[in-house]
DNA sequence: AGAACATAGGAACCGCCGTTCCGTTTGTCA
DNA sequence: TGACAAACGGAACGGCGGTTCCTATGTTCT
C-alpha cells in the first residue's frame, strides 16, 4: 500500500521498490530499539543498502520516522475496526486497549511517537491518526449508547492514555524491574471508565 | 542545603557558592523548559556565568542534571511528608498525587526526568528517590487500612502512573490543544483507586 | 546489444554541542 | 596592601551523526 503509485509519477523500478521496503522494514526494527536516536547508518546497514540510498528513497530521517508513524496508526486502526465487530460494547473498547498494550511493550515507536516524533514526522501520520480517531469514537460511542462507559470519557482522552501508559512502559523496562506491573495501572484506569 | 559543607572539604568562596546557586536556578528554568535537550550555554547564557564555570560545579551535563532531579524528588517527599497531617486518609493520597500533577504541569525536567534522565543523573537521585518511597508508602498504608484503596496498589505503582501522566501532558501540550484533558485521565484513575 | 537514464554506495562534509584548557580576574588572609 | 590560591570566562577542540555528492552499477527499452 501507499509506497509508490504516485499521480503522475512513473512506477519505481524493481530494485528500487525492494528496497524501499528493506529500509523501511529494517528502520521498524531498529527504531522500535532505539526509539527517535536511532541512527540512519544502523538502518542501512541493516536494510544491506547504502546511507545514500535511503536518502534517495526519504529526503529526511523525519520523513523515514513519518512513514513508520504512518503504519503504527494505520495498524491501530485496523484494530479499532476488527474490534467493532465483538459483541459486548465494554469488551470491544477495553479489549482494543489492551492489545493495542500488549503491541505497544514490544514497540519503542509506538511507545514515544506521541510525544518524541519531530513535528514533521507527526504530520505526515495526521491522516492516518485522523482514520484512527473515527473508527476508535464508534467504539467509544457504542459503549455510551450501551451505559457502560463513564459520562464525562471521550476518544480524545484514549491518545494521551494510550501515551501516559506507554511511558509507564518505559519506565518500568528502563529501571528493569516489575516490567508489568503497567498491566495494573490500565486495569486500574479501565475500573475508573465505568459509569459510576 | 546539600549544596557545600562537604567533611574535609574547606568551605566555598563566596563567589563561588553565589554562581553555584545561579547555575542551578538556570538550570532549573531551561531544564524546565526544554527538558534533556536543553543546551549548557544556555544555562550558563541565563547564570550570566561562563561555560568553564558550570563545568567547574558540575563535572558533567548529568552531574547537573542529577542535581537537579535530586532537588525535585526532595520537594515530592516533602509533599508527602506535608499530606500525612490530612486527616482523611483518601483525601490525603490522592491530595498529593493532584498537588503533584498541577506542578508537574509547568516543568519539563519532572515531567520527563523519569524517563528521560541518563542513567548517572538518575542514580544521583536515587537516595531521595528512595526517601520519597518510604513517605510516600505511610500514606497508601493509611489508605489500605482504612479500607478505602484498592487492594492490589501499592506504592511501587505511583512512580510509572505519574511519570504516564506526564507524558500525557507532555502529548496534549505539543499539541496544543485540551491541554488539560490529563485532569479527566487522573480522576478517572483515582476513581479506579477505590476499592471495587 | 548498447545507449540512456535511474539507482546504489559510501567517503567526505558540516554544524552542533559537550567538554577542555589556559590566560585573566577576584576573593581571602596575613 | 600584597601575595597566593581559587574561581572565572570563553575561545577552541573533538566526536558524533545527519546529509550531500559524485562515481559506479544496474535496469530498461529499442
Redesign the interface.
Known amino acids: 500500500m501507499s509506497a509508490t503509485v504516485g499521480s503522475g509519477e512513473r512506477p519505481l523500478r524493481a530494485d528500487a521498490r525492494r528496497n524501499r521496503e528493506r529500509i523501511v522494514a529494517a528502520a521498524s526494527a531498529v527504531f522500535a530499539q532505539h526509539g527517535s536516536v536511532a541512527q540512519i547508518d544502523e538502518i542501512a546497514a541493516r536494510a544491506e543498502v547504502g546511507v545514500g540510498t535511503v536518502y534517495r528513497h526519504f529526503p529526511t530521517k523525519d520523513a523515514l520516522m513519518g512513514e513508520l508513524v504512518r503504519q503504527k496508526f494505520e495498524r491501530l486502526r485496523d484494530r479499532a475496526i476488527r474490534f467493532q465487530e465483538v459483541a459486548d460494547p465494554w469488551e470491544a473498547l477495553a479489549g482494543m486497549l489492551r492489545e493495542s498494550a500488549e503491541e505497544m511493550e514490544h514497540d519503542q515507536t509506538q511507545r514515544r511517537m506521541?510525544?518524541e516524533a519531530s513535528p514533521a514526522a507527526v504530520e505526515i501520520g495526521a491522516p492516518a491518526r485522523q482514520e484512527l480517531q473515527r473508527e476508535g469514537g464508534k467504539l467509544v460511542a457504542r459503549a455510551h449508547e450501551a451505559g457502560v462507559l463513564?459520562r464525562?470519557?471521550t476518544v480524545?482522552?484514549i491518545?494521551?492514555?494510550m501515551?501516559?501508559?506507554?511511558?509507564?512502559m518505559?519506565?518500568?523496562q528502563?529501571r528493569g524491574e516489575?516490567t508489568d506491573?503497567?498491566r495494573?495501572?490500565l486495569?486500574?484506569?479501565?475500573?475508573?471508565?465505568r459509569p459510576?
Open positions: 506521541m510525544w463513564r464525562d470519557f480524545e482522552h491518545g494521551p492514555f501515551c501516559g501508559l506507554g511511558s509507564a518505559e519506565m518500568l528502563s516489575r506491573d503497567w495494573k495501572l486495569e486500574v484506569f479501565l475500573d475508573g471508565l459510576r
